[in-house]
Structure formats: C-alpha cells, structure tokens
C-alpha cells in the first residue's frame, strides 16, 4: 500500500510538471529596465496603512491575515495525514511533525476531525488560526 502511494505520488508530480515549457517565456530586458527607471522609490515611514491592500496595520500579527476555509479543508482532505492542512494555517511545525509520527494524526482520526470542525466552522475558523495545540478543537 505504502509503494502504491508512493507511485501514486510520483505519476501525479510528473504529470503536473511535464506540461510545463520554459521556451514559451521571453523577458524584454529593455522594457524591464524603463518600467524599474521610472519607479518611484518609497519607505515604509512614509507609508500609511491605508496605502498597504490587505494590511490593517504595519504592527500587526500574522494572524490579522485571512485564511480561506476552503483551502484548509481541501488540504485536510487530500493531505490531512501529513498536517499540511495545519501548516496552512499557521500552527508551530512540531504539531506537522506529530501528525507524520503518530501515524497521520492517531491514524488518521484526528485529521478526520479536524475535517469536521473545519465544515461545521466554515464561517469563522479564526479559533483555528495559529493554534500550536495538537488537537486544534
């Protein structure tokens, strides 16, 4: 089962990356250095929060920004057992690595869960936004 996931992992990686063609991509060095010579050149002292799209404040943590439900759920789905659903969002690594050496999360029950938790909390997953504990519900 093991080599079949493994295989299965290696056939989806070559898969995605076999229609990828660097040729098709041509840098213009001659408009690259107008558009970088007529930039204008700015601190962030000088800049208000306001002028930043997304920041509500300079100072804030890393948990002011949003984490799109969806995202972690799909995560959870197709990669709960090995915590990236938790990397996503925000947890410390040592919660990933615990997953990965319990057996993808006590065999995959807790991942499982947090599937769960996720759905029914679609609306506000803030609880679950830089959450360092194993069992994020």
Known sequence: ?????????????TISFSSVNAGNYKIDDNALDQMFAGANTI??????????PGVADLT??????????????????FMGPLGIHRFY???????????ILTCGGIFGLVPL???IVLAVNYDDISPYVDNPRFFMW
């Open 1 to 13: 089962m093991k080599r079949l996931l493994q295989l299965l992992i290696i056939a989806l990686l």
């Open 113 to 115: 869960v947090d599937l």
């Open 89 to 99: 969002l925000g947890t410390e690594p040592l919660t990933g690595i615990a997953y």
């Open 43 to 52: 601190s962030f002292a000088e800049m208000g929060a306001a002028d930043l």
């Open 60 to 77: 804030s943590s890393a948990t002011s920004y949003n984490k799109d439900p969806l995202i972690a759920i799909l995560l959870d789905f």
